[in-house]
């Protein structure tokens, strides 16, 4: 039988039954001189996605990760379409214009696609889509777990500034229109399909933050397989997509770790590189453990250098879903 590690097990148990065991409480961290310790808000439940500025070492926004369904790329030159991952979204395409077209969500062999976490438009679930191609967009998932249902989509125009679209029933019923308008100030415009369709606004300006503390749906590959995967929901940490870049260090000592010693890094500007695995979960202590080794070395937007480390991932009340990280700035 397929395996996957005690850590993601537990991960999509909590998607679904929300019911572990807290762990006990801690006093809480106390970072050393000249060190920030900060808490991110995300809570037992992973219902909230929070947006982090390094500078002025605040939580800009935060918005319940159900508030969207898709999102459409700001950048110039570029017509890209995002799911809201933080569900588990995903997207099957038809191969048909017909909105009657009959589709078997329950089918097991039915083609689904994911975004991929590390952000690029290429890899996104809706690349290359085509104009008037009726799509069916899996809402994903709730914080309970139950499914939030289906649409089906089709897109019927895109300019260099918007995206128009129908979208429908999963029986291809009460039709109705909506679009997206590029803002240069902002990363990504979103829509969300709630209450007869709407342009929602859950992410600041990106001006204001590098950090996104989420649940994000990703690959998580089978114990010893580089190949064979499932798609699962993690909580981790994405990065800004507008100029923000990351390296990590996991041998040298996170007070000793100098700006001189930046110059022997690559620094990435994947999404997810920071992601979810500075952490593991013992499934038989029932407890997550941070790995503290893990130093991870932060240009922001402004070109600034930061160096930040996770050192628990609950709260005072032992309470998980609370990413606790100390930061200082080189």
């Not at 679930?125 to 191609?133: E, S, V």
């Not at 999963?170 to 709630?194: H, I």
Request: net charge negative; with cysteine.
């Amino acid at each position: 039988m397929k395996r996957i590690s005690s850590i993601y097990i537990l991960v999509l148990a909590l998607v679904f039954s929300g019911c572990f065991k807290e762990d006990d409480p801690v006093p809480p961290y106390v970072s050393p001189p000249g060190v920030i310790t900060a808490q991110a808000e995300t809570k037992p439940d992973y219902s909230m996605q929070t947006y982090y500025d390094l500078a002025t070492n605040s939580f800009v926004s935060s918005n319940h990760r159900e508030d969207w369904d898709i999102s459409f790329l700001c950048r110039v030159g570029i017509s890209a379409i995002y799911l809201n991952s933080a569900k588990r979204m995903r997207v099957h395409d038809t191969q048909s214009e017909d909105w009657q077209v009959a589709v078997t969500v329950s089918n097991p062999t039915l083609e689904w696609k994911f975004d991929e976490s590390t952000g690029e438009p290429e890899n996104t679930a809706f690349y290359g889509f085509q104009l008037n191609r009726i799509y069916v967009l899996d809402l994903g998932l709730s914080t309970l777990g139950s499914s939030l249902g289906y649409r089906k989509i089709r897109f019927t125009q895109v300019t260099e500034q918007t995206l128009s679209f129908e979208f429908a029933d999963l029986s291809g019923n009460n039709v109705q229109a909506g679009s997206l308008t590029k803002n240069s100030d902002y990363n990504f415009v979103y829509f969300s399909f709630k209450n007869g369709g709407q342009s929602v606004f859950p992410e600041p300006a990106k001006n204001t933050y590098d950090l996104y503390f989420t649940h994000y749906t990703t690959r998580v590959f089978y114990e010893g397989s580089t190949t064979e995967f499932e798609w699962y929901l993690v909580n981790g940490t994405l990065l800004n997509p507008d100029g923000v870049a990351v390296a990590v260090d996991s041998t040298d000592n996170f007070s000793g770790i100098t700006y001189a010693d930046l110059s022997g890094f690559t620094f990435s500007t994947q999404r997810d590189f920071i992601g979810y695995d500075w952490k593991s979960y013992d499934i038989d202590a029932g407890v997550y453990t941070v790995l503290l080794q893990n130093t991870y070395l932060i240009r922001d937007r402004s070109g600034e250098f930061w160096k930040m480390r996770f050192v628990s991932f609950t709260n005072d009340l032992g309470e998980r879903g609370y990413p606790t990280f100390e930061v200082a700035k080189f």
